[in-house]
Each structure stands twice: as C-alpha cells, then as structure tokens.
T-cell receptor
Framework: NAGVTQTPKFQVLKTGQSMTLQCAQDMNHNSMYWYRQDPGMGLRLIYYSASEGTTDKGEVPNGYNVSRLNKREFSLRLESAAPSQTSVYFC??????????????FGDGTRLSIL | GENVEQHPSTLSVQEGDSAVIKCTYSDSASNYFPWYKQELGKRPQLIIDIRSNVGEKKDQRIAVTLNKTAKHFSLHITETQPEDSAVYFCAARDVNTDKLIFGTGTRLQVFP
C-alpha cells in the first residue's frame, strides 16, 4: 500500500515547454486534489476531482489542465510553462463521503523549476 | 468562501516549553479542522483533526481546541522536542465546496 505516488520528483523545464505531472493513489479514494506550495503562501488548490469523471477549478487554475483518467489517477498538465509556475506541486486524495470530513493524504511532491 | 488566517508565521521555543499556534476562519458553517505537519522537503502529514461537535481533542503531547463562537482553533504542543521542528498548517473545510482551505503555515523551531 503505497498511498499517493507522484512522478516525477524533480523536473526542470524551459519557458514554453509542456509537461504532465502524474499522480496515482491505491487507497480507493474518490476525491483527488492538486496543490501548489510557494514560500509564505501555504498550500493553494489548483484543481480537484470529487469523483471519477468530474473535475473542478480551485483557487489558482490558470495555466493548468487536469485529467481524471480513472479512479486511481489524476494528472496535471502545464501546456506552456512559465517561470511563475516554478513551485512544489502536491497531489492529495481523500475518501469522500458527504459530511464525513475525511482527511487528505498527500504525495511526496514534484519540485518543478521553469527557466 | 472560507478564509483561514494563521499566526504566528514563525515560532521559536526552548526544548521542553510549550508551543501554541492559532488559526481563525471566516465561515461559521465550517465543520472540520485538520492540522498538518510538514518537515523540510517532505509531504504534509496529518497530525490531528477536530470536528465541530467537540471543543477539544488530545493525542499525547498534541492538543487542538476549537471555539466555534469566536471562529478560531489552536494547536498546542507540550514538552516540545527538537523533532517537533517543522512547518505546521491549519485548515478548515469549506462546506459549500467541500474543499480544504489552508492557512499560510507556522515554522516552529525547537532549540535544544
């Protein structure tokens, strides 16, 4: 039981390049999330998926797209990377049950630098 | 929507002392308040959470208190140890969107 697995762990891109960050969970969770973490800003939600087949924008969605491929996998895509997207990206998942307030479990993060 | 403020941003204590981190939230309908600990270069990990039907919860040296009237909740760490050094995040569940809204974090340093 690996929990939440993110790939890659590190990546350097040039401005304008595209890439996809991968996330998979093996806890049979319904909900999955993508956050970015910048110094002094805490964790800010980019996109989330409440269940398979649905995605919704979070606090900072501009410049990103997501795909909920199946119940296990939730990918984040940068179509044209910009230096402002240099950050640490965390994927998280939770067992969503209405009003049950389940905690979120995080992956190890992807450290992305855009030059 | 929900807004969470966290104070202080940095906190330094001597080993064995207590540490208190405070958060306030804006939406009185919020009903779930987790705390996460993030060590340098690691993932955030849940350390304790509290639901709105209780006022206090304790787990060994860690406790969380919730004041729904004042809309604030606090993390208390007693008998601090150097391994408690980390960044701590509070969060509140936005009942309208079902999303967690995080505070900006508190960097706790425990000096031996």
């Amino acid at each position: 039981n690996a929990g939440v697995t993110q790939t890659p762990k590190f990546q350097v891109l040039k401005t304008g390049q595209s890439m996809t960050l991968q996330c998979a969970q093996d806890m049979n969770h319904n909900s999955m999330y993508w956050y970015r973490q910048d110094p002094g800003m805490g964790l800010r939600l980019i996109y989330y998926s409440a269940s398979e087949g649905t995605t919704d924008k979070g606090e900072v969605p501009n410049g990103y797209n997501v795909s909920r491929l199946n119940k296990r996998e939730f990918s984040l895509r940068l179509e044209s990377a910009a230096p402002s997207q240099t950050s640490v990206y965390f994927c998280a998942s939770s067992r969503l049950a209405h009003d049950s307030n389940q905690p979120q479990h995080f992956g190890d993060g992807t450290r992305l630098s855009i030059l | 929507g929900e807004n969470v403020e966290q104070h202080p941003s940095t906190l330094s204590v001597q080993e064995g002392d207590s540490a208190v981190i405070k958060c306030t939230y804006s939406d009185s309908a919020s009903n779930y308040f987790p705390w996460y600990k993030q060590e340098l270069g690691k993932r955030p990990q849940l350390i304790i959470d509290i639901r709105s039907n209780v006022g206090e919860k304790k787990d060994q040296r860690i406790a969380v208190t919730l004041n729904k009237t004042a809309k604030h909740f606090s993390l208390h760490i007693t008998e601090t140890q150097p391994e408690d050094s980390a960044v701590y995040f509070c969060a509140a569940r936005d009942v309208n969107t079902d999303k967690l809204i995080f505070g900006t974090g508190t960097r706790l340093q425990v000096f031996p």
